[in-house]
């Protein structure tokens, strides 16, 4: 059974940081991974992508300040920077195989989520 575990959520003041993390039992060198959020009454957004060859992609309200990666075969993780209130939401962690689509809708595996909240 395919697991994604998101971690590293919490409450921060506006221009502060977190880095969530993303445990999962998939083997991701054939996946594509990456990070949703959904803020309440808002669709999800997508935040950031990587691919199974390493290319990233980044939602144009993050690009500059948060920085997606993967350590070991099994680890994800979102650096977030200069965290704005606007980013406030549920992170998701989400996982396809094969390359990387632009919807939510195209991921077929997506983790409980962890709730991010920037203060102003």
């Known amino acids: 059974q395919v697991q994604l575990v998101e971690s590293g959520g919490g409450s921060v003041q506006a221009g502060g940081s977190l880095r969530l993390s993303c445990e999962t039992s998939l083997y991701y060198s054939s996946y594509c991974m990456g990070w949703f959020r959904q803020a309440p009454g808002k669709e999800r957004e997508g935040v950031a992508t990587i691919s199974s060859g390493g290319s990233v992609t980044y939602g144009d309200s993050v690009k500059g300040r948060f920085t997606i990666s993967k350590a070991t075969k099994n680890t994800l993780y979102l650096q977030m920077n200069s965290l704005k209130p606007e980013d406030t939401g549920m992170y998701y962690c989400?996982?396809?195989?094969?390359?990387?689509?632009?919807?939510?809708?195209?991921?077929?595996?997506w983790g409980q989520g962890t709730q991010v909240t920037v203060a102003s």
């Open positions: 989400v996982a396809v195989w094969g390359a990387c689509p632009r919807s939510a809708s195209g991921y077929t595996y």
